[in-house]
Structure formats: C-alpha cells, structure tokens
C-alpha cells in the first residue's frame, strides 16, 4: 500500500520542525506534462522538474538501524587492494594533506570529482574501523575536506558541481556540460560526512550535512541546480542533473537513498524519513520497468536505456546488492525478493563481469 506525499509538504514539515511557525508558500512552477523518455536533444534544454509541487509515491518506510553497512562489506584481507597506502595504485594516489589525486581524459591537472572523492572516502572511513590505523582517517577527513571546500553555498545548500563535460554512454546527445550536478554525490556526501561526524565528534561535519541535506528539498531556479525529479509522480534523485532528460539511473538513486538513510541515522530527520521512504518506494514501483527477464538489467529506467540496450554486468550485479541493503533498512523482503531474481537473470544470462 502506498500513499502520496508532496515534496511541498516535506518541506513545509521541515520549516515547522525548525522554527514552530506554520509558513504556508505558494508556489507555481511550470513543467511539460508528459515529458518523453527518449533520446534528449541539448540544444533545447528540458525544464526543470517540479520540486515544488509535484507529488510522489510512499510506503511508510522508516530507516532500520541494524541494516549490515553497505559500504563496508569487503573485508580487511581485501585493504591493499581497495585502498593501499603505498603508491602501488595510480588512482588511489593522494596529495600531501592525504586528499585523493583525480586524474581526467584530457585534462593535465587532478579535476574536482565528487564521486571519486565520496568513494576513496568512504573506503577510508571502512579502513580506519577495520585497522585503527590513523592513516585512514586522516586520508578520509582531507578528501570530504576537498569535496566540501570545493563545493558551492546557494542558500544555505552545499552542492558538489561536476566542472568538466560528461556524456553517459558515450552519447553525445547525453552530454552534461558544466557546471552539472549529481544526486548520487551529493547522497555519498551525507553518508561521508556523517560518518565522520560519527567518528570524529567535529560538529563541523555535522552541519556540512545539513547543508548537503538541504539540496534535497531545495526548489531549482531555471539554469540553478538540481537532482530531484518527481515528474512521472515517482520520486527519482538523479546520478546525471543537467540540461538533459532525466534518465533515472538505478544504482546512483540508491545511493543517495543510503546517504539519507546515514543521515537519518545522525538527525532522526523526519523529511530525510520520508524523502528516504519514496525514494525506496520509486525502486519497488518502478522494478519491472528496468529489470530484463532472464537478462542483465537496464542501467536506468528511462527509455533511453531500453532502447540503448544499456545494459552492464557489473553494474547489474551491483544493484542487487543494493536491493539487499534496501531489504535490510526497510524490513521489506519484496527488495530481497527482486534481487533473488536479479540474480537469476544474471546466471541464465551467460553474462560474466
């Protein structure tokens, strides 16, 4: 059973949860009715979706804490080679603060990169509570730190701008050109720099957070911006934000949903509750749409990928760990169920990787 909750009164929940005055907004914004999922075109820039006002699905879902850590499921005989502190490894090489070195095709210097950043984080804090070595933990507060530091404030909002051009799937017409935005970086951050506030007891990474949180409710400004897309009335926090269609990436959403799950954990939030709920509720909804029978799953569910038979092993196997993690923060064992299948469809597929 599902209810329908706008993110207008997630937001106005928010504001009464923080100040006690009922603050009542209205709010217009215009938006296509029945944007197709097809290949976009860029020269003519899609509207923003309707943050304001659209509404999404729910289940009641609340965040269980004792869900196993999706990050920090390798294990410590693994350490060398997910994050050696040697130089054995040029992509794990980082700078004299320990902030991870980000090389790009066609770039000479390191670029800011939001989710290698989050990743080599996220790796260092597993580190860290595996050994003890303070290594780790030094490596891991000086990459969040030069996220955070390169990020940019629009009121009161920290959001992670990609600064170079970028076309999923080698397709041209897909092409983010810059500045764009990712809500799967910015849902890598809440669990990054919630778990450091976790292990440091450093209130500034606590209210980092909450500026990265409050691009989650944010309502976009034409050209500004934005992640969050409720158009076709799911509720879908986008891996690829530009001037381009949603394409609604699978394994970038849960992401984000693990971040507000994080966060959640840190707040006890009720808008990170319920933005977390429709979020888990949109992959339960949406299953058949990208799920390939006997076959390795789209990577998103747009039509895009259909089409594109955009179609990843790896990335197939993936998400499927995802959905069991889903399983565990929800307490709902239809997710362990579609990943059981997902896994099926996996080894009647012939695929490998």
Same mark, same amino acid.
Not at 188 to 202: E, H, K, M, V
């Given at each position: ?34 944007? +197709? ?22 289940? !009641? $879902? ?18 060398? =080679? ?10 794990? &090489? ?32 597993? =580190? ?8 780790? &933990? ?5 990459? =969040?730190?030069?996220?955070?530091? !390169? ?14 051009? %970028? ?5 041209? /017409? ?15 951050? &809440? ?5 450091? #506030?976790?292990?440091?007891?450093? /209130? ?13 409710? +944010? ?17 879908? %926090?986008?891996? #690829? ?19 507000? +799950?994080? #966060?959640? !954990?840190?707040? /006890? ?10 979020? =888990? ?53 239809? %997710? ?9 469809? $996996?080894?009647?597929?012939? +695929?490998?990787?």
């Amino acid at each position: 059973m599902t209810a329908h909750t706008s993110i207008r009164t997630v937001v106005r929940r928010r504001i009464l949860a923080l100040t006690g005055v009922l603050i009542v907004a209205a709010l217009t914004v215009s938006c296509s009715a029945g944007a +197709a999922r097809t290949l976009p075109t860029p020269a003519a820039p899609t509207p923003r979706p309707s943050v304001a006002a659209d509404g999404f699905a729910t289940s !009641g $879902y609340r965040v269980h804490t004792d869900a196993r850590d999706h990050y920090g499921r390798w294990e410590l005989k693994d350490i060398d =080679a997910v994050i050696p502190l040697d130089d054995s490894n040029p992509n794990t &090489l980082v700078d004299d603060d320990g902030a991870l070195i980000v090389h790009w095709p066609g770039y000479d210097d390191p670029v800011y990169h939001p989710v290698s950043f989050l990743n080599y984080t996220m790796n260092a804090i597993h =580190a860290h509570d595996l050994t003890g070595d303070a290594e780790y &933990l030094r490596r891991a507060i000086a990459t =969040a730190t030069a996220l955070r530091d !390169g990020g940019t404030t629009v009121d009161g909002a920290l959001w992670f701008a990609y600064p170079f051009e %970028f076309a999923p799937h080698g397709e041209p /017409a897909l092409t983010m050109k810059a500045p764009w935005w990712s809500g799967m970086a910015q849902g890598q951050a &809440l669990s990054a720099f919630s778990r450091l #506030y976790a292990r440091t007891g450093d /209130a500034t990474w606590r209210t980092a957070a909450e500026a990265v949180f409050a691009t989650f409710t +944010a309502v976009p400004a034409s050209g500004g911006p934005w992640f969050v897309d409720t158009s076709d009335g799911d509720l879908w %926090f986008e891996e #690829y934000a530009g001037e381009v269609a949603p394409l609604h990436v699978v394994n970038g959403h849960i992401n984000a949903l693990l971040g507000l +799950a994080d #966060y959640d !954990g840190m707040t /006890a939030d009720p808008v990170a509750q319920t933005l977390f709920d429709g979020g =888990a509720t949109t992959i339960l909804e949406t299953f058949g749409t990208w799920r390939v029978p006997d076959g390795i799953s789209y990577y998103c569910a747009s039509q895009y990928c259909a089409d594109s038979a955009w179609q990843p092993p790896s990335y197939h196997r993936g998400v499927s760990a995802q959905l069991v993690t889903l399983a565990e923060l929800t307490g709902d064992d239809r %997710f362990r169920s579609d990943a059981e299948l997902l896994d099926q469809d $996996y080894a009647r597929s012939g +695929a490998t990787g």
